[in-house]
């Protein structure tokens, strides 16, 4: 009897991407590995995907929106860049390589296409130039992405000298090579290491921060073209 075939829909495949991509990354991500995890022969994934390009396409869009669901567009232009980009972040952290994702397609899809827009409409009531619009809104994306992947590649990057050194914390590495190095060289990141300010990275403090110091430059940026 013919052994019959797994059912299969666009749902399940995507669903079964972002299993795989949290279990070894992007770097390691394939449709072979994609179609063993569904059960189905790698050629038919291409059936629902025509390329894994599309498919990565698919996976920004639904992360896209997923976002939209969540953002709530309340007050004025500080406090909507301010949400949608906590809103980002939050949805980014949920989900494994999607930032990655997001800077690796194109605003071809709808859901991309209305995310895109709606980060336009939050600096659409500013005096700034059109230009000047386009590029504090992705400023804002982009400082977002970047913090996201900094705090994912950290994470990484700590589970793997701790599975390669035994154990051993990544913090005990640097402490001996600090210690050998003169006061010239590493002395204020020595002292930066050792009372832990570098603790704050990652956290959402930090992330704050950096949100006002670009919220604080864009304000700049209107004050002195009202100015003249």
Same mark, same amino acid.
């Given at each position: 009897?013919?052994?019959? =075939? !797994?059912? &299969?829909?666009?749902?399940?495949?995507?669903?079964?991407?972002?299993?795989?991509?949290?279990?070894?990354?992007?770097?390691?991500?394939?449709?072979?590995?994609?179609?063993?995890? /569904?059960?189905?022969?790698?050629?038919?994934?291409?059936?629902?995907? @025509?390329?894994?390009? @599309?498919?990565?396409?698919?996976?920004?869009?639904?992360?896209?929106?997923?976002?939209?669901?969540?953002?709530?567009?309340?007050?004025?232009?500080?406090?909507?860049?301010?949400?949608?980009?906590?809103?980002?972040?939050? /949805?980014?952290?949920?989900?494994?390589?999607?930032? =990655?994702?997001?800077?690796?397609?194109?605003?071809?899809?709808?859901?991309?296409?209305?995310?895109?827009?709606?980060?336009?409409?939050?600096?659409?009531?500013? !005096?700034?130039? !059109?230009?000047?619009?386009?590029?504090?809104?992705?400023?804002?994306?982009?400082? /977002?992405?970047?913090?996201?992947?900094?705090?994912? =590649?950290?994470?990484?990057?700590?589970?793997?000298?701790?599975?390669?050194?035994?154990?051993?914390? !990544?913090?005990?590495?640097?402490?001996? =090579?600090?210690?050998?190095?003169?006061?010239?060289?590493?002395?204020?990141?020595?002292?930066?290491?050792?009372?832990?300010?570098?603790?704050?990275?990652?956290?959402?403090?930090?992330?704050?921060?950096?949100?006002?110091?670009?919220?604080?430059?864009?304000?700049? &940026?209107?004050?002195?073209?009202? @100015?003249?």
């Amino acid at each position: 009897m013919k052994k019959q =075939q !797994p059912q &299969v829909s666009e749902e399940r495949i995507l669903e079964a991407s972002w299993e795989l991509l949290g279990e070894d990354g992007i770097e390691k991500f394939s449709m072979r590995r994609l179609a063993d995890r /569904v059960g189905i022969q790698a050629p038919s994934l291409y059936w629902y995907f @025509k390329s894994k390009q @599309k498919l990565y396409q698919s996976l920004a869009n639904q992360i896209s929106k997923i976002i939209l669901e969540e953002f709530q567009s309340e007050g004025g232009w500080k406090e909507q860049l301010t949400g949608l980009a906590v809103t980002v972040r939050g /949805v980014l952290s949920r989900y494994p390589c999607s930032t =990655q994702l997001m800077m690796m397609t194109l605003p071809h899809e709808p859901d991309i296409i209305r995310f895109t827009n709606q980060m336009l409409l939050c600096v659409e009531e500013t !005096p700034l130039e !059109p230009d000047q619009k386009l590029q504090a809104a992705t400023t804002i994306m982009n400082y /977002v992405f970047f913090f996201v992947l900094d705090s994912y =590649q950290h994470e990484r990057n700590v589970s793997a000298i701790i599975k390669e050194d035994q154990g051993m914390l !990544p913090g005990e590495e640097l402490q001996r =090579q600090l210690d050998t190095m003169s006061e010239q060289d590493a002395g204020l990141f020595r002292r930066m290491f050792t009372t832990g300010l570098f603790e704050v990275m990652g956290t959402d403090r930090a992330f704050e921060f950096g949100l006002q110091l670009i919220m604080l430059g864009i304000e700049q &940026v209107i004050l002195e073209q009202e @100015k003249q």
